[in-house]
């Protein structure tokens, strides 16, 4: 993948991007399987980390998963804006994305995601707690077994984030010198720019 991220042609570049969004939904040891996602919270930037659980390249999608009661929710249904930050260091590559985010909570979406997730990954969702919350106590997940009252209510604590990206900012750094573009999905315009 260097030599394509060493080409001047930026269309070879995009798909390579893309190809590495896409892997990383399918395994846990792919490079962008986990990213940051940052969005504004009580006026500052709020920084987590999640799990990349789709893409669609050719609507130009990601999405990931959150609990409906976290405070990002509430957040993002009042500012939509949101940025990824995905980062392979044996690559020397970083990539930034500019997305306005959409909830989807009790719908189609997240229906068909929550039927995909492991009874373990569903169990997450089962805490009475909110995230967020202080606690008196740290209490551990509920067992593992498959108790329908138990997952009903950590569906209803389901939703996934669906982010529209709007701008991809690609940086590979080499020592013949760092390459720096930006593939604009609003304006449909590819540029390299200074790093």
């Known amino acids: 993948m260097q030599e394509i991220f060493l080409g001047n042609d930026l269309t070879p570049i995009e798909k390579a991007i893309w190809q590495l969004l896409q892997e990383a939904t399918t395994s846990y040891k792919a490079v962008f399987h986990y990213g940051t996602v940052a969005n504004i919270q009580n ?3 709020a920084l987590r980390t999640v799990i990349l659980r789709n893409t669609d390249p050719v609507e130009k999608k990601l999405f990931f998963h959150t609990d409906i009661r976290s405070p990002k929710v ?4 009042k500012d ?3 940025n990824w ?3 392979d260091d044996p690559m020397k590559l970083q990539v930034r994305i500019t997305a306005d985010a959409l909830i989807h909570y009790k719908d189609e979406i997240a229906e068909d995601a929550w039927q995909k997730l492991k009874t373990s990954s569903q169990l ?3 805490i009475t707690d909110a995230p967020g919350q202080y606690l008196e106590e740290k209490k551990g997940l509920p067992g593992m077994e498959n108790d329908p009252e138990l997952l009903h209510f950590a569906k209803n604590n389901f939703a996934v984030v669906e982010t529209t990206v709007l701008t991809i900012d690609f940086l ?3 020592h013949t010198g760092n390459r720096r573009a ?3 999905y609003q304006t449909k315009a590819a540029n390299w720019i200074q790093s």
């Open 74 to 77: 509430a957040a993002l249904k």
């Open 172 to 174: 590979f750094l080499h």
């Open 43 to 45: 006026g500052r930037a």
């Open 85 to 87: 930050l995905f980062y």
């Open 80 to 82: 939509p804006a949101l």
């Open 124 to 126: 997450t969702y089962s």
């Open 182 to 184: 930006i593939f604009d």
